[in-house]
């Protein structure tokens, strides 16, 4: 099955300095790749996701991008700010047959810390 | 709360005891997972739901026991439980619609197993 790994496990960064947050996975048939935010004692939100016909994408000051090749995509968030603290979760997941079932494989959370 | 609800927010059970967890999604989705959340690990995929019927079960043992009468609610049967299995309990949902397939989560339960 597949497996998806995150690093860091932990992130600390001055508020305006920008985080990068990387993960692999090993299925090479996965092509949606969702990043989820989860505030402390909250539900995990999405907050950006990319598709493997795409190699990066942009909202605002959070990125993704993808490298197919290598089965490696990244976070990007640039001009960090305290509410952007937070567990980090990368995930990857791929169509099962004509029907579009998918189930996300999750990787271990970053824990970004930023500082004021 | 809209969306995906989970009841109850927190459940404190004995080993003995039998409860059941509840999801309800109000997005008119028509499939439904339940992940398991514990501390230092990454959510675990437990089941998924598709237009009601089971299509994954990760190896979940058989004291968890899932349900998912329509393609709005799913449970978790949950009976003899362990220590172990004491965690934040997640639903999502999504619609299995190409290229969709955007997971909304529900807020949790959290278990503790005494």
């Known amino acids: 099955g597949e497996n998806v790994e995150q690093h860091p496990s932990t992130l600390s960064v001055q508020e305006g300095d920008s985080a990068v947050i990387k993960c692999t996975y090993s299925?090479?048939?996965?092509?949606?790749f969702p990043w989820y935010k989860q505030e402390l004692g909250k539900r995990p939100q999405l907050i950006i996701d990319i598709r493997s016909n795409v190699g990066e994408k942009k909202d605002q000051r959070i990125a993704v991008t993808l490298n197919k090749t290598a089965k490696h995509f990244s976070l990007h968030i640039t001009e960090t700010q305290p509410e952007d603290s937070a567990v980090y979760f990368c995930?990857?997941?791929?169509?099962?047959?004509?029907?579009?079932?998918?189930?996300?494989?999750f990787g271990s959370g970053t824990r970004l810390q930023v500082q004021p | 709360e809209t969306g995906v609800t989970q009841t109850p927010r927190h459940l404190v059970m004995g080993m003995t005891n039998k409860k059941s967890l509840k999801c309800e999604q109000h997005?008119?989705?028509?499939?439904m997972y339940w992940y398991k959340q514990s501390a230092k690990k990454p959510l675990e995929l437990m089941f998924v739901y598709s237009l009601e019927e089971r299509v994954e079960n990760n190896s979940v043992p058989s004291r968890f026991s899932p349900e998912c009468p329509n393609s709005s609610h799913l449970f978790l049967h949950l009976h003899t439980l362990q220590p172990e299995d004491s965690a934040l309990y997640l639903c999502?949902?999504?619609?299995?619609?190409?290229?969709?397939?955007?997971?909304?989560f529900g807020p949790g339960t959290r278990l503790l197993v005494l």
């Open positions: 995930a990857a997941s791929k169509e099962r047959g004509d029907t579009g079932r998918r189930a996300l494989t």
């Open positions: 999502a949902s999504s619609q299995k619609t190409r290229p969709q397939e955007t997971q909304y």
């Open positions: 299925d090479s048939a996965s092509n949606y």
């Open positions: 997005l008119g989705h028509n499939a």
